[in-house]
């Protein structure tokens, strides 16, 4: 039996999505199961498997800082403080997946990389259409175990 896989509580973590794609989600207290949405009582904690093949990202401070991209998270900061957002202080998984988002367009150049609000305003759209898919997973697992349930009962 292997070992479960362990990150420090709140850590994230880049899994496969097995869609042919990579998504960010964000570990549990339990530190071996993750969410994958911002809304708790809309989803369920998955333990990691290997054949998610994750990669631990660390913190939003962390990822910026080690992707050479902290003048991105101060634009991002500017950018939802002028909105009057409080997406920043409430959802902490939303913010991380702007900037891996962003640590993507920036990936040519990171260090000259500036992030205009265009670009900002994709990442928040890439983010958002992301919890939508985890959210659309998890009610579709919800469905599918309440017709299981149906049928074996």
Same mark, same amino acid.
């Given at each position: 039996?292997?070992?479960?896989?362990?990150?420090?509580?709140?850590?994230?973590?880049?899994?496969?999505?097995?869609?042919?794609?990579?998504?960010?989600?964000?570990?549990?207290?339990?530190?071996?199961?993750?969410?994958?949405?911002?809304?708790?009582? %809309?989803?369920?904690?998955?333990?990691?498997?290997?054949?998610?093949?994750?990669?631990?990202?660390?913190?939003?401070?962390?990822?910026?800082?080690?992707?050479?991209?902290?003048?991105?998270?101060?634009?991002?900061?500017?950018?939802?403080?002028?909105?009057?957002?409080?997406?920043?202080?409430?959802?902490?998984?939303?913010?991380?997946?702007?900037?891996?988002?962003?640590?993507?367009?920036?990936?040519?150049?990171?260090?000259?990389?500036?992030?205009? %609000?265009?670009?900002?305003?994709?990442?928040?759209?890439?983010?958002? %259409?992301? %919890?939508?898919?985890?959210?659309?997973?998890?009610?579709?697992?919800?469905?599918?175990?309440?017709?299981?349930?149906?049928?074996?009962?």
């Amino acid at each position: 039996m292997n070992k479960p896989l362990k990150y420090k509580p709140g850590v994230f973590v880049e899994i496969e999505d097995f869609n042919g794609g990579r998504k960010v989600v964000m570990t549990c207290r339990d530190q071996v199961t993750f969410v994958d949405s911002s809304s708790p009582d %809309e989803s369920t904690p998955i333990i990691y498997h290997p054949v998610m093949k994750p990669e631990e990202l660390g913190d939003v401070v962390s990822f910026s800082s080690s992707n050479s991209i902290s003048a991105v998270l101060s634009s991002v900061v500017d950018y939802f403080t002028r909105r009057m957002n409080t997406s920043l202080d409430k959802d902490p998984l939303l913010v991380m997946r702007i900037m891996w988002f962003l640590n993507k367009k920036a990936k040519t150049d990171p260090s000259n990389y500036i992030a205009s %609000e265009s670009d900002i305003e994709w990442a928040v759209r890439e983010a958002t %259409e992301q %919890e939508r898919q985890a959210l659309q997973g998890h009610k579709f697992a919800e469905r599918f175990a309440e017709l299981t349930q149906g049928a074996a009962g």
